[in-house]
């Protein structure tokens, strides 16, 4: 029996769907005239060698149809921007080195189910963290960004166990400050903003966050850096931070909004508005991925990625073309982590894998420069 088939990511020339089965046993994915076989209990089926802009048939061997609404009968390719891919990137975010409990809304009828680390158990963000860097280190990326909280408390020993595990990706590595980090001192990774220069692309990273509290805002002197930095290049770049712009399209104008204040978000999507050269914002901290598309904006893309330390145990990859990139949402597929996320899947009384997967254009899409 296949259960919870999931079409995780579409690339131009791969599809990946995850699944899981009630006891160990090999499996075939066919898209196409493709084919692999995966074996164990939690299942990344990744077939390769696909052509750009193609459809497909899809089926798992065992999968009921119509049993998942996330497993599609066919699949069609996704777009390759035109000219030579010029860089790769990975990014990840809500990392929470040292959280020991999840699915905690903080309301007095919590939904459930809430999952805490047993007795003796190797704490889940390390397990997901930890698989995480594993697949970034086999894509072999030459920029990797961490899009803040690193931490559950905001402590130093936790800033450090984040170091600790994430300088094994050496200097490429990059990060900056979420909310969770800023709760206890204003000094964690305070690193925004600064640029990471890759082939093809710059990487803009700004520091969105209040310490103090889960709100985010942009201050004045980093948009002006942003607005002037992105007048002097002709390069295409690529905006992160780790919460979310406000859409100033709703008629809700919240000075509590849980991303990047009203005001702060309009003053950034003006500066997308005038830049030609910006190409996207990237974004964590909701714990869902997302993709939304401002008119104000340019209707370039406004992404929020789900977290690494639960369901669906996500990281982003981004290939950058002459012509234009492809984000590619990823699910960390060690056997661990899966078994992890499998059962985080159903926080919030079930809720939570909706919310937090998004739809397959969210994770996965091309946009063109």
Not at 334 to 357: Q, V
């Amino acid at each position: 029996m296949i259960n919870d088939a999931e079409l995780f990511t579409v690339g131009p020339d791969e599809v990946v769907v995850t699944f899981r089965t009630e006891d160990e046993r090999d499996i075939e994915t066919r898209v196409g005239d493709r084919t692999v076989v995966t074996s164990g209990r939690y299942h990344s089926a990744r077939v390769t060698g696909l052509e750009p802009a193609t459809r497909y048939t899809l089926a798992v061997a065992g999968a009921v149809a119509g049993s998942s609404p996330l497993l599609p009968d066919a699949v069609a390719t996704l777009a390759q921007p035109g000219g030579r891919l010029l860089a790769t990137v990975a990014t990840v975010n809500d990392v929470h080195f040292g959280e020991t409990t999840c699915g905690l809304l903080g309301t007095p009828d919590e939904l459930g189910p809430v999952f805490t680390v047993e007795p003796g158990a190797t704490p889940y963000p390390e397990v997901m963290n930890h698989g995480a860097i594993d697949a970034i280190e086999r894509l072999d990326p030459d920029a990797v960004l961490v899009k803040g909280d690193l931490t559950d408390r905001g402590t130093e020993e936790e800033y450090e166990a984040f170091l600790q595990a994430y300088s094994r990706l050496g200097a490429r590595m990059h990060h900056v400050r979420g909310n969770h980090d800023a709760m206890l001192t204003e000094k964690i990774a305070a690193t925004g903003p600064f640029t990471v220069e890759v082939e093809g692309a710059t990487l803009a990273v700004l520091d969105t966050v209040r310490p103090g509290t889960d709100r985010g805002r942009i201050s004045r002197e980093q948009l002006d850096w942003l607005d002037q930095l992105a007048a002097e290049t002709a390069r295409p770049m690529l905006v992160f931070g780790h919460h979310h712009p406000w859409d100033p399209a709703s008629t809700d104008r919240n000075e509590t909004y849980f991303g990047i204040n009203p005001d702060d978000s309009e003053a950034l999507c003006a500066v997308i508005a005038r830049r030609d050269s910006i190409a996207g914002y990237f974004a964590g901290h909701t714990h869902r991925t997302r993709t939304r598309r401002f008119p104000t904006a340019r209707d370039v893309p406004i992404v929020e990625i789900a977290c690494v330390k639960d369901y669906p145990g996500a990281w982003a990859e981004y290939r950058v073309y002459e012509g234009g990139y492809v984000q590619l949402t990823r699910r960390i597929e060690a056997p661990a982590a899966m078994a992890w996320t499998e059962k985080t899947r159903a926080m919030f009384a079930g809720l939570y894998r909706d919310y937090a997967l998004g739809a397959l254009r969210d994770r996965c899409f091309v946009q063109t420069f």
